[in-house]
């Protein structure tokens, strides 16, 4: 019996496709042509859309299919080339079933400005997100592009800005991997009015742990479930994926200095400073953290 639904054929697959390109469309995700959104529906088959359409009026006719190294099988119009990015993710993380990718705007302005996306801040980004890493950036459209998301892969992991591009999203479905996409534009959204406010409110390090034991309770994954040498709120969990220098904090304060959800909590052992290191923590990373608190600080004089 196969896991799989109707293969290429199915076509309550493809008006999904359809729907959530409507989506896309609607909240001012992609402007004319852009994005791309795909899923897989076997051993070695992908439905995906199109190259050149808007994806709010794409029909099911319109949906094409390849295999997993993107050779088209199925459809009339010409497969998209970035579905090569779609199909590295789905080689790397079998689990991965859908992809979309898209150009939010609050979250791309993130990626062409370069500022990561702070952690500790909002209740759903840490249990339905985590860290977003940013994949460096690549001309779109060829394998080289598309290799660009493989150091941030991590389980867990389950959208990431592309650095001077847009975002990308993936799950077990279709709904899953674009409502992340909702999820990390509306944060980013936040992120920029609270900047404008004044500045964000990093959660304590005691509510912060509430939301990973959350988060695992539920059944979700995190980098920082596996990761020893990365801190709650800072210190990337993708540093060493990281080619280029790691994205440093310039518009919001750096985050709080915590032990990594792996560690001993610093209240446990009575600590009257909730966001001291504790003596375990890499000297590396706090090192690091102090630097970029103190250049956000210069930068804000």
């Known amino acids: 019996m196969t896991t799989w639904n109707s293969g290429i054929h199915d076509r309550r697959l493809k008006e999904q496709i359809c729907e959530i390109g409507r989506r896309v469309y609607n ?30 009026f794409m029909k099911p ?71 977003i890493p940013f994949a460096p950036y690549e001309t779109p459209g060829g394998q080289e592009f598309a290799d660009t998301v493989l150091p941030f892969l991590k389980p867990g992991t389950n959208a990431m800005i592309l650095t001077n591009h847009g975002t ?72 060493e994926g990281y080619k280029e220098e790691l994205p440093q904090p310039r518009a919001f304060d750096a985050p709080p200095v915590y032990p990594g959800y792996l560690q001993s909590p610093t209240y446990a052992s009575g600590s009257a400073t909730a966001a001291a290191p504790s003596a375990g923590l890499d000297q590396e990373a706090l090192v690091k953290a102090i630097t970029a608190q103190v250049l956000a600080a210069l930068g804000q004089r």
């Open 27 to 56: 909240k001012g995700f992609a402007a004319a042509n852009d994005g791309n959104i795909s899923i897989r529906v076997g051993e070695n088959e992908v439905l995906c859309s199109p190259t050149m359409i808007c994806k709010g």
């Open 61 to 131: 006719e319109d949906i094409c299919a390849v295999d997993l190294y993107g050779n088209q099988i199925a459809g009339t119009r010409k497969r998209t080339s970035e579905v090569l990015l779609h199909l590295a993710i789905m080689r790397a993380r079998p689990e991965v079933k859908a992809v979309v990718h898209c150009h939010p705007p609050h979250a791309t302005a993130f990626g062409v400005a370069r500022e990561p996306i702070p952690q500790c801040v909002l209740p759903e980004v840490e249990v339905f997100l985590g860290e």
């Open 168 to 239: 990308v999203s993936f799950g077990p479905d279709l709904e899953q991997a674009y409502w992340k996409t909702e999820i990390v534009d509306a944060y980013c959204r936040i992120l920029i009015l609270s900047r404008q406010l004044g500045g964000i409110t990093y959660l304590d390090e005691r509510k912060s742990r509430e939301l990973l034991d959350l988060k695992k309770k539920l059944g979700f994954d995190d980098p920082r479930f596996h990761e020893e040498s990365c801190d709650l709120c800072g210190n990337s969990a993708f540093r």
